[in-house]
């Protein structure tokens, strides 16, 4: 591979990019949904486009035989598209892998913690798929085919893994031996600490708000529900329960008593087989479905233009309720 190939590459990463000016944000969007609709408790979803200047460096890389180590670079690297999922807590990266992997075609999985700890050390913890769009992904239909790279980590585990790179890379060539020792150090520290926020959010989820009383608020929701379902549907983020508050309440509901109602077993049972969830459904993704299964087109017209990715709500909305009617839970329009 010569210059001729660097030449080629390049030609197809700026043609490529050319074709696919928003793929980022459109696989971000995506999958944001997808956690928020599984209740998936994260940080953030940052996705981004390797630079031209990166991608060559990577396509240069050579063995120690002198030989490249990407023969094909364009198919050969596979975090062209590359997106990164922090979680709060190391107890939430299983819930997402699972969700990922029922999203997406899995090509490959490699736990980076799970192999520093089968080499008894402390380190880098990070957990790296390699995912591919699949052709009945409606949502990504303009990318069916594609390959692209997730790491998963927590926001400590992410924390150490910049800092340890900016020293690491952009540092001496020559690491003093104290510094490795202090790495490793501060990686057993994370780990301690990754644990001990799994703890809090356990005992936290113990002790729920058992008031009847109290009014509906994006505050008071998730122990309301915690009383309400249990925990047989998770939490969702704190910030997306601000739009169940307003969700609820253009369809009249504001009391504890008019939530309970609305959160009929029988009603969950039918709209959890009628909609087939690939996934256990979040608290707001649950009962925005059974909204929709309640007050039907009027659900459509009073929330279409709020909440995540608004401008493809009524759309995905419509799809929901022709299932339930379908499925016979939902009557034909009124």
């Known amino acids: 591979m010569g210059h001729k190939h660097i030449a080629q590459l390049g030609a197809t990463y700026h043609e490529f990019n050319r074709n696919h ?118 949502d990504l239909k303009d990318y069916v085919g594609l390959v692209f790279e997730v ?47 799994d703890q809090i959010a356990q005992i936290l989820g113990e002790t729920p708000s058992k008031s009847d009383e109290v009014e509906l608020s994006a505050e008071t929701l998730p122990g309301v529900l915690a009383m309400l379902i249990g925990n047989r549907f998770p939490m969702s983020r704190s910030e997306y329960y601000a739009w169940l508050e307003e969700i609820l309440a253009v369809n009249g509901i504001t009391t504890v008593a008019e939530l309970r109602k609305l959160l009929d077993d029988h009603t969950i049972a039918d709209v959890e087989k009628a909609l087939n969830y690939q996934f256990v459904p979040g608290q707001v993704r649950l009962i925005d479905d059974l909204l929709l299964c309640q007050f039907r087109e009027d659900h459509i017209a009073r929330t279409k233009d709020s909440g995540h990715r608004a401008k493809f709500r009524a759309q995905r909305l419509k799809k929901r309720l022709e299932t339930m009617r379908s499925a016979g839970i939902v009557a034909e329009n009124r």
């Open 21 to 138: 000016p928003t793929i980022a944000s459109d696989v971000r969007g995506v999958i944001e949904e997808q956690l928020a609709d599984a209740g998936v408790s994260y940080d953030r979803v940052v996705a981004r486009v390797k630079t031209w200047r990166s991608l060559r460096a990577k396509a240069l890389k050579r063995d120690e035989t002198g030989a490249f180590v990407y023969a094909d670079p364009w198919h050969d690297i596979k975090d062209i598209l590359g997106v990164r999922i922090t979680t709060f807590y190391s107890a939430d990266i299983p819930v997402v892998l699972d969700l990922l992997s029922k999203s997406f075609a899995v090509k490959k999985s490699v736990d980076k913690a799970a192999e520093t700890r089968i080499s008894g050390g402390f380190g880098y913890g990070s957990h790296h798929l390699i995912l591919q769009v699949r052709p009945n992904d409606d």
């Open 151 to 197: 790491q998963v980590r927590t926001v400590l585990q992410h924390a150490w893994a910049e800092f340890e790179h900016d020293i690491r890379y952009k540092g001496a060539d020559q690491q003093d031996p104290r510094v490795d020792r202090a790495f490793t150090l501060a990686a057993g520290l994370i780990e301690l600490a990754d644990q001990q926020f």
